[in-house]
């Protein structure tokens, strides 16, 4: 495992242009992500059943929700998870930029721009952000807000609270460590707002619901969730 994990890294120094997905040389002709890779993306199509897919489920009767769907099916090996890892941890906002583009491409096949006025990315805390330098979810709806025309929103919700890292955590942790954890800024306003909540990987949706409370309580009509992939 140390080994690979080592391997991997000496092969990302000495190619610098591998593939964010199997680490394999990328070609000329490829951008970020090999061939074989793009082949063989997980995808889930939840957008062609917005409102009735596993990933719908888990925010069904928690919110005001119109429409749930994932580019990808995460899953803890493979190269969905080697992707949200390049694109959460080693600076690759580029390469969210790009998965962006792709989901985009497929979201306009749908009436999905017509349904809603903004992407609204979850907010890092100040503090993470300036440590990472840029907003993972960010990177990712920018790609999907350059290909669907759906506008980008970075100026409506902020996240307040330094949250603790997830990743080990129950759902009812999670719960209790997202509670009042985000915010609108002060002359923000959601008024009748159809927003779409952009984040990477979707696990509970605890984080989702979170961020989509001041939002609500702004008075937003409608939330839509989009995910870079669903657990
Ligand atoms: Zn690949």
Same mark, same amino acid.
Request: with cysteine; aromatic share 8%.
């Given at each position: 495992?140390? %080994? ?6 000496? =092969?990302? %120094? ?19 992500? @090999?061939?074989?890779?793009?082949? *063989?993306?997980?995808?889930? !199509?939840? !957008?062609? &059943?917005?409102?009735? *897919?596993? &990933? ?8 005001? +929700?119109? !429409?749930?769907?994932?580019?990808? !099916? ?32 497929? %979201? ?8 809603? #006025? ?28 350059? +290909?669907?025309? =759906? ?28 509670? #009042? ?10 008024? *009748? ?6 984040? #990477? ?6 984080? =989702?619901?979170? @961020?989509?409370?001041?939002? +609500? ?12 992939? *669903?657990?």
């Amino acid at each position: 495992m140390l %080994l690979a994990q080592l391997w991997s890294d000496f =092969i990302q %120094l000495a190619f610098p242009n591998t593939c964010g997905g199997c680490k394999s040389a990328l070609l000329a002709d490829e951008d970020m992500v @090999c061939t074989s890779c793009r082949l *063989n993306f997980p995808l889930t !199509h939840f !957008h062609q &059943m917005p409102a009735n *897919n596993p &990933m719908f489920d888990k925010f069904k009767g928690r919110l005001p +929700i119109v !429409h749930a769907s994932a580019f990808m !099916h995460f899953s803890d090996d493979g190269i969905v998870q080697s992707l949200a890892h390049e694109v959460k941890y080693k600076g690759a906002c580029e390469l969210g930029v790009q998965l962006g583009r792709w989901y985009g491409y497929h %979201l306009s096949a749908t009436d999905i721009g017509h349904r809603f #006025d903004c992407l609204v990315p979850v907010p890092l805390h100040r503090e993470r952000q300036k440590r990472r330098g840029y907003n993972q979810s960010a990177c990712f709806a920018r790609g999907i807000s350059e +290909i669907t025309g =759906i506008p980008l929103r970075e100026d409506l919700v902020f996240r307040s609270k330094a949250t603790l890292s997830q990743v080990r955590m129950e759902r009812e942790q999670r719960v209790a460590n997202t509670a #009042d954890a985000f915010r609108l800024f002060a002359d923000a306003s959601t008024q *009748n707002l159809k927003i779409l909540i952009v984040d #990477d990987v979707v696990t509970t949706g605890a984080t =989702i619901e979170a @961020c989509a409370a001041p939002l +609500i309580k702004g008075g937003c009509e409608t939330i839509g969730v989009l995910a870079l992939a *669903n657990v």
